[in-house]
């Protein structure tokens, strides 16, 4: 299964930002998904993960700021960024969690800042 994350782009502080990951399988729709993120010089990290069914957990920094949805008939993830901060600035990707069994696709960049 293929990735695509996009969305991704400069903003400013405080401002918000709406990523999608599109996955090219079916299986998407059974399996949970990670939403995953890595800063320059450091390791990735999970975000965030979704069951099939919906339910969420969240990293403690993003915990009221970011959610996570997806769209099983689409194959899509839809990671949802509000009240952005400098140390949100990372490449942001999904694959399932938390064996990580899709190939990893290029990401999406997000830059926060003035």
């Known amino acids: 299964v293929q990735l695509q994350a996009s969305g991704g782009g400069l903003v400013q502080p405080g401002g918000s930002l709406r990523l999608s990951c599109a996955a090219s399988g079916s299986i998407f729709s059974i399996v949970i998904m990670g939403w995953y993120r890595q800063a320059p010089g450091k390791q990735r990290e999970l975000v965030a993960h979704?069951?099939?069914?919906?339910?969420?957990n969240y990293l403690d920094s993003v915990k009221g700021r970011f959610t996570i949805s997806r769209d099983n008939a689409r194959n899509t993830l839809y990671p949802q960024m509000d009240s952005v901060k400098p140390e949100d600035t990372a490449v942001y990707y999904c694959n399932t969690f938390p064996s990580n069994s899709f190939t990893w696709g290029q990401g999406t960049l997000v830059t926060v800042s003035s």
């Open positions: 979704i069951s099939s069914g919906g339910n969420t």
